[in-house]
């Protein structure tokens, strides 16, 4: 049975690809700050393998915690998702320090701490997968939504999906990144779902499913690394 660790699979996206990754026959190590074994996502992923690890991403412990829960339950791993992710929208100038740092911990801290210990173990084994949940906004930043703080995080991610894929290529380990658009997910109030809806040529949100139908294609994929896939409606390829 294949091996995943989703962070932030408690909700939205990563929740999603829980499930997707579950109906897939994968074990699943599912991760995010307030995850319990009695939470409720966790009975809506449905797993009779699922080992639940709480913590922030952005402590080294918490990385540490994951991939022993995964090998000490599981012995391997072949995927990870690094999905939990946090975003402050707001004008350049009125970031404060505090924003600064929640963005850097979890976005790019928490990508480090726990690709850099799964990536190890990837390489010894010659094999494995990593995917990175970045934002379409990274490339195709808006005005009408002033976020350069989050885009600095995930272009980041965008940057060293490329850079990774390359340097394990030969080494049995691939890495992609999905990028997408606006995503109705509880990351968003209700209230601003009809102005969400106009970010994309197509009219509407996507969904969290849409997310995980990427993260299966990446997964079922050996030739592919390196990938941003863009699951934004069309939002990347130009003006509308
Ligand atoms: N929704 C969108 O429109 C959209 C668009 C582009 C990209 N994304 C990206 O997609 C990912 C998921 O977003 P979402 O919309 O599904 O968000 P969400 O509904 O707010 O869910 C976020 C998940 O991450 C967990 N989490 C947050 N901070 C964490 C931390 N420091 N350590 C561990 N877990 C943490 C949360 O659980 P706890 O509170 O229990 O920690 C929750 O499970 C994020 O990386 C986001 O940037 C979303």
């Known amino acids: 049975m294949p091996v995943a660790i989703i962070t932030g699979a408690t909700s939205g996206i990563g929740l999603a690809i829980a499930k997707a990754l579950v109906a897939g026959g994968y074990a699943i190590v599912a991760n995010s700050r307030n995850i319990t074994a009695d939470h409720p996502s966790v009975a809506e992923i449905g797993a009779s393998d699922i080992v639940t690890v709480a913590g922030d991403v952005g ?56 690709t850099q210990r799964v990536l190890r173990h990837m390489v010894e084994r010659g094999t494995g997968h990593i995917v990175n949940i970045t934002t379409s906004l990274a490339e195709n930043p808006l005005k009408v939504v002033p976020s350069t703080l989050p885009i600095l995080t995930k272009g980041g991610l965008n940057a060293i999906t490329h850079a990774l894929a390359l340097e394990y290529a030969d080494q049995g380990v691939r890495i992609n990144a999905v990028s997408p658009g606006i995503i109705r997910t509880p990351m968003h109030p209700d209230a601003q779902h009809d102005f969400l809806a106009t970010l994309s040529p197509m009219g509407r949100m996507g969904d969290a499913e849409d997310v995980a139908q990427a993260v299966l294609y990446l997964e079922n994929s050996p030739f592919v690394t390196g990938e941003i896939m863009h699951v934004d409606g069309g939002a990347s390829v130009g003006r509308w």
């Open 59 to 114: 402590d080294a412990q918490t990385a540490q915690a994951v991939i022993d829960a995964a090998l000490s339950n599981f012995g391997a791993v072949d995927l990870l998702v690094n999905n939990a992710g946090i975003f402050i929208p707001k004008p350049f100038i009125e970031y404060s320090q505090d924003d600064y740092e929640a963005l850097l911990s979890t976005n790019v801290r928490g990508f480090f701490n726990l």
